[in-house]
Nanobody, 118 residues
């Protein structure tokens, strides 16, 4: 079993920045992709950014150039630095971990609210 604990999030004005962090504990061996997903009201959950243990990253087109994902393999943590935030970034953000062979995360965090005011 894997436990994911998220921190960060909150309310920020458009153009501002926020940082989200997620710490994984438990049986993380083999779950080498850590990522952030988000779900806005009335919309399906979507991938925001994901990073492998080797440092390969993938971003949603909507956040490229504004968000940066990073990880600390020794601590099993992943961080999402969000800059130039827009109102459309408002959503609940979830940390997820999976193997590179899985389409969707096997484990999820509890979610953290990000609200960007215009």
């Amino acid at each position: 079993q894997v436990r994911l604990v998220e921190s960060g999030g909150g309310l920020v004005q458009a153009g501002g920045s926020l940082s989200l962090s997620c710490a994984a504990s438990g049986s993380v061996f083999g779950l080498n992709a850590m990522g952030w997903y988000r779900q806005a009201p009335g919309k399906p959950r979507e991938l925001v950014a994901i990073i492998t243990r080797g440092g390969s990253t993938n971003y949603a087109d909507s956040v490229k150039g504004r968000f940066t994902i990073s990880r600390d393999n020794a601590k099993n943590t992943v961080t999402l630095q969000m800059n130039s935030l827009k109102p459309e970034d408002t959503a609940v953000y979830y940390c997820g971990v999976k193997s590179i062979y899985e389409a969707d995360p096997r484990y999820w965090g509890q979610g953290t609210q990000v609200t960007v005011s215009s």
